[in-house]
């Protein structure tokens, strides 16, 4: 039986949503081993000047403990 553990992270692109989550699980999974999944539990973004300048997802991370 594996045992998960599940982290929270948060990632941001200029970009787009998407393009964040993928930053994201990039990430994670230079640090984490054994990446399964991830789920996204909010979303936001950065105004300037009346302009989004930033996408930001804040997501949780799910990996597999050796």
Not at 23 to 39: D, E, H, I, P, Y
Request: hydrophobic share 40%; proline share 0%; net charge positive.
């Amino acid at each position: 039986m594996a045992v998960a553990k599940v982290t929270e992270i948060t990632s941001g692109s200029k970009k787009s949503f998407h393009d964040a989550i993928e930053k994201g699980v990039a990430r994670a999974s230079k640090t984490l081993k054994n990446v399964t999944g991830a789920w996204v539990n909010e979303e936001s973004v950065v105004v300037k000047n009346g302009k989004v300048t930033e996408w930001r997802v804040n997501m949780k991370v799910t990996f597999i403990l050796n």
